[in-house]
């Protein structure tokens, strides 16, 4: 049985795309099977693992090569995921993004069903992996929707600054109502703290206001700031391909660990 993970937050740039590439990687290298699923119009997990989002750019020598087919097609109902998915690396596949997903909102408005269209794709395939692992737009529209209906576990990565929470009562509504809806067993696997920095008293100070919110639902595992893991991408590469003895590579280690101990 698959792991199915979905990396939620609807506040930008905490941490999610970092988390679903790295958090995927470490689960690969562990010698699991693992499906990234990239379901944010600004395609930046594709890009990240060396994949193009498909926009209408030209393609030129610096980019990455651009993928035929893409997560807009499932939704949009006429590609089978199968025929999406890219096999990146050794127990490593990935369903890229594609810039048309910013319209999908209101281009699937009108159909029945809508938020139920990437958890019906799925399920036809999920159980060919160990673990799918899913990276959520900044947005709490139907793309999250469709994740939050399709996955059993929630991550909320929170960046230890001012303003953590923000944000984050909205969102576990919308987890509590997709429970009600869609997806009675859906759970928050955890809470991730991520971009911290212990030598700033405000992180530490941030990072005991959410220890005392969510309690045990906080991992133990932290991803501290790491100058390795905001590189990386820009190589299209995991941590452990770019610097695999980085405290990024550290940190996404232990957290694959305490994940498959969950
Ligand atoms: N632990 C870290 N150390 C240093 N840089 C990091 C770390 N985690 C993420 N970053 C960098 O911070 C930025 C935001 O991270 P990321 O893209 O993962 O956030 P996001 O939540 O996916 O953003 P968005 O909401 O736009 O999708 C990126 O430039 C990323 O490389
Ligand atoms: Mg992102």
């Not at 159909?111 to 395939?125: P, Q, S």
């Not at 911290?196 to 405000?202: A, I, P, Q, S, Y």
């Amino acid at each position: 049985m698959a792991l199915v993970i979905g990396v939620v937050n609807q506040k930008g740039g905490v941490g999610k795309t970092t988390t679903t590439a790295n958090l995927g990687a470490a689960i690969a290298e562990l010698g699991k099977r693992v499906l990234l699923i990239d379901i944010d119009a600004q395609s930046n997990l594709s890009t990240h693992l060396g994949i193009s989002g498909k926009d209408d750019l030209q393609e030129s020598p610096e980019r990455p090569p651009v993928p035929e087919f893409t997560i807009y097609d499932v939704l949009k109902g006429t590609k089978q995921i199968k025929d999406v998915i890219i096999h990146r690396s050794k127990n490593l596949d990935l369903v890229p993004s594609s810039l048309l997903l910013s319209a999908a909102d209101l281009e699937l408005g009108g159909v029945v069903g809508r938020e139920l269209i990437l958890k019906r794709a799925l399920d036809k395939i999920k159980n060919d992996y160990d673990a799918v692992l899913i990276d959520c737009p900044p947005a709490l529209g139907l793309l999250s929707l469709n994740a939050l209906a399709a996955v059993e576990r929630v991550v909320i990565p929170v960046q230890s600054e001012y303003l953590a929470l923000h944000g984050v009562r909205q969102l576990l509504d919308t987890i509590d109502q997709v429970r009600g809806i869609y997806n009675p067993s859906l759970i928050v696997g955890g809470v991730l703290i991520c971009l911290h920095d212990n030598r700033k008293r405000l992180a530490r100070v941030v990072s005991d206001t959410i220890r005392a919110y969510f309690g045990d639902l906080v991992f133990d595992t932290v991803v501290r700031t790491n100058v390795s893991l905001a590189e990386a991408p820009a190589s299209g590469q995991s941590i452990f391909e770019y610097s695999p003895k980085s405290s990024g590579a550290e940190d996404y280690a232990a957290l694959a660990k305490e994940v498959l101990n969950d």
